[in-house]
Nanobody, 124 residues
Framework: HVQLVESGGGSVQAGGSLRLSCVASGRSLSTLTLGWFRQAPGEEREFVGGVKRTTGSIEYHDSVKGRFTISKDNAKNAGYLQMNSLKPEDAAVYFC?????????????????WGQGTQVTVSS
């Protein structure tokens, strides 16, 4: 069983930055594929980006490319989502999630364990 604890959400003005953290326990993140998702009110949970377990390659949703950066620190067993140039449409609850397989799926149902979510608010 894996537990994920997220932190770092908050309120910023458009153009600002936030860094979200996702600390794992119960298993090494190096053995898991890590995904970041977000869900705005009334919307479906959507893929933001993630890190493949085996290659460490990173993928992003087109809407955040060039603004968001995902990283992972295996020594700290933590993943990070650096969000720059935030826009009001980025406002959502952000989740980290992991799955046992090697494929970086973009669908939430493929992930086995989830964090509790952290709120990101962006004002215009």
């Amino acid at each position: 069983h894996v537990q994920l604890v997220e932190s770092g959400g908050g309120s910023v003005q458009a153009g600002g930055s936030l860094r979200l953290s996702c600390v794992a326990s119960g298993r090494s993140l190096s053995t898991l594929t890590l995904g970041w998702f977000r869900q705005a009110p009334g919307e479906e949970r959507e893929f933001v980006g993630g890190v493949k377990r085996t290659t460490g390659s990173i993928e992003y949703h087109d809407s955040v490319k060039g603004r968001f950066t995902i990283s992972k620190d295996n020594a700290k067993n933590a993943g990070y989502l650096q969000m720059n140039s935030l826009k009001p449409e980025d406002a959502a609850v952000y989740f980290c999630a992991v799955r046992n397989g090697t494929i970086l799926f973009r669908t939430p149902m493929q992930y086995n364990f989830w964090g509790q979510g952290t709120q990101v608010t962006v004002s215009s």
